[in-house]
DNA sequence: TTTAGGG
DNA sequence: CCCTAAA
């Protein structure tokens, strides 16, 4: 699953000898083609919007408003069906509308809650969602544990913004800051925050990382993922690695081999975007500063609006997993996925009364974003890709020897990423011939290979961060550990590159030193008692295999001639 | 760039 | 996974 190729290693003993090679510049064409856009992740907030009237002490008339998952009453729940969910109907997302429910972009709308409170919920654990500057992995974790509120309905993390005029570092704050302080400000906070960590950012509480991740706390991921062009003809029977390239056009943007791909990197100045990621430049300071900029005479009030995200739905997540596998190895999947999409880098959209708000620089009350006014029944985030720029000659034409709707969709986004629209209902799922919502899980793709794009260019890092940082882990599932072996044994160890091409040629995270590197920890485990072994157990017959192959390539050193093995592997 | 190994 | 000497 993990790579077609390897399985055409014919019996006969597949050859290939180094001028079977193709030339560099081909090689290097060939990955051209593979550019895609950005993954068009549309997280969504679906959420009850609370505007409540509340008198603050020193402030006096500031108001929050409460962003929190409930249906929209103009969406009847049996438009929504979620009964092949992978979370249970009391999910708080039971009966939210899919993002494209209203073939609004993504957006979910929001109704008031005027019993919700703020007091006790949870703040920080959301934080990770918005965070794009961490390279640890922690962000994933905190992903998978926030979109998983449990199905009882247990504490669901929230994110609060308050946009007015302090620099509150509570939420019960909220609204009793200082008068005096420029009205304008955005102020993101978490109830537990502290200035060490706080980058004027949401970002993810930097707890010791796990040694694992995916585990039960992915379970109910409520996102489904699909690729665009590539599920759409159910009577396909062709693995989506082979019969479709819209994947590619999707998931793959690097040029082979890879180096020093930072897949976390932050933004930087560069970016025109209003809100920042600057860990050391906002340190301690709880205001992202651009928004006080150009609007900064026309708020004639201090009153203040809460939002408080509950939760960030992603859509649209495809896993591709055999029957016979084990529920471990599909949250595993499912956790490569997200960490995937969260790898790509996100952006927030904003939706007012179904209208997405692009000018970054006007402020709420301009935009009807106010305690006062009605628009706030029709308020929702979003967390877009952060789109990159292909180029876009060799993206038109790869589009005209494929074109479809979906890449198109895909060309646009690429194009002008400012301008992303997601497809309409009929684009998105019409096609697939599903009454699926957007959160039924299909298998279409598997996870395994989903690789993340190379970072934003605007997001570039200067070399010395980006030598500080660290590509996320990316533990091996058992599938890639299978096309690793198979390929090895057919390829020998001493030749990493052409098992990264043979077997993982569409997986972009992993290198032909990863592959090395795996090989070198298969070995070793292989090698000691199975008590002694971490992490996802690799079923004993493929160590076996790897002992083996390992033996006969050490022995033979065959690998030096570029010979392939014996039909004992065959 | 790719391989091979140590960190 | 990272870093890098060597090829």
Redesign the pocket.
């Known amino acids: 699953m993990v790579s077609h190729k390897v399985l055409e290693f014919g019996d006969d003993g597949y050859k290939l000898p180094a001028q079977a090679r193709a030339p560099?510049s081909v090689r290097k064409r060939r990955i051209y083609e593979k550019k895609m856009c950005a993954i068009d992740l549309l997280a969504t907030v679906a959420g009850n919007l609370l505007l409540e009237s509340e008198s603050s002490v020193n402030v006096g008339e500031d108001k929050c408003v409460v962003v929190q998952n409930t249906v929209k009453k103009e969406f009847p729940a049996d438009e929504n069906p979620v009964k092949a969910l992978p979370f249970s109907k009391d999910d708080i997302y039971q009966g939210s509308p899919s993002p494209f429910d209203n073939g609004q972009c993504g957006f979910s709308s929001v109704i008031t809650n005027p019993n919700h409170s703020l007091v006790g919920d949870k703040v920080e654990e959301v934080e990770g969602f918005s965070n794009l500057g961490r390279s640890d992995s922690c962000k994933v974790r905190n992903f998978s544990k926030d979109l998983n509120p449990g199905v009882n309905g247990d504490v669901k993390p929230d994110v609060v913004a308050s946009i007015g005029s302090n620099s509150s570092t509570e939420v019960g704050a909220c609204g009793n800051g200082s008068p005096n302080d420029s009205r304008d400000d955005v102020n993101l906070f978490s109830r537990n925050d502290d200035d060490e960590n706080f980058s004027g950012y949401i970002r993810p509480r930097l707890t010791r990382p796990v040694p694992r991740i995916g585990d039960r706390r992915i379970r109910k991921i409520l996102a489904s993922r699909h690729w665009k062009g590539g599920s759409k003809n159910s009577a396909d029977a062709k693995p989506w690695y082979c019969s479709k390239r819209s994947y590619y056009l999707h998931n793959h943007q690097k040029s082979y081999?890879i180096?020093?791909r930072k897949y976390f990197d932050s933004v930087s100045d560069s970016n025109s975007d209003d809100y920042h990621l600057q860990g050391k430049t906002h340190k301690g300071n709880r205001t992202l500063s651009s928004m006080k900029s150009r609007n900064a005479s026309y708020v004639s009030r201090d009153h203040h609006v809460r939002l408080r995200i509950k939760s960030f739905r992603v859509p649209e997540l495809f896993i591709e997993i055999p029957e016979t596998a084990t529920v471990g190895s599909l949250k595993r999947m499912v956790m490569e996925a997200v960490t995937t999409i969260l790898g790509d880098g996100l952006r927030v959209g904003l939706m007012v009364q179904g209208k997405k708000v692009r000018d970054d620089s006007q402020t709420l009350l301009q935009t009807g974003i106010s305690e006062e006014n009605t628009h706030l029944d029709s308020l929702g985030f979003s967390l877009e890709p952060s789109l990159e720029t292909t180029p876009q000659p060799l993206l038109s034409s790869y589009l005209s020897e494929h074109a479809c709707d979906d890449l198109m969709l895909c060309h646009d986004n690429v194009v002008d990423p400012d301008h992303y629209s997601a497809p309409s209902p009929a684009d998105s799922f019409g096609k697939l011939g599903s009454t699926d919502d957007s959160r039924a899980l299909v298998p279409i793709a598997s996870a395994a290979l989903l690789a993340p794009r190379a970072p934003n260019r605007k997001f570039k890092r200067t070399e010395q961060q980006q030598?500080a940082h660290?590509?996320?882990?990316?533990p091996f599932s058992v599938t890639e550990v299978e096309a690793l072996v198979q390929a090895v044994e057919n390829l020998g160890?001493?030749?990493?590159?052409?098992v990264k091409v043979r077997a993982f040629e569409d997986a972009d995270?992993r290198t032909?030193?990863?592959l090395?590197?795996k090989w070198?920890?298969l070995v070793h485990t292989a090698r000691i008692s199975p008590q002694q072994r971490r992490g996802e157990p690799v079923p004993q017959d493929l160590l076996d295999r790897v002992l083996k192959a390992h033996a006969y390539w050490s022995q033979h050193l065959m690998h030096q001639l570029q010979t392939e093995p014996p039909s004992s592997y065959a």
Do not use: F, M
């Open positions: 560099r081999p180096k020093k030598a660290r590509r996320i882990r990316r160890t001493g030749r990493w590159r052409d995270h032909y030193v990863d090395k590197d070198k920890t």
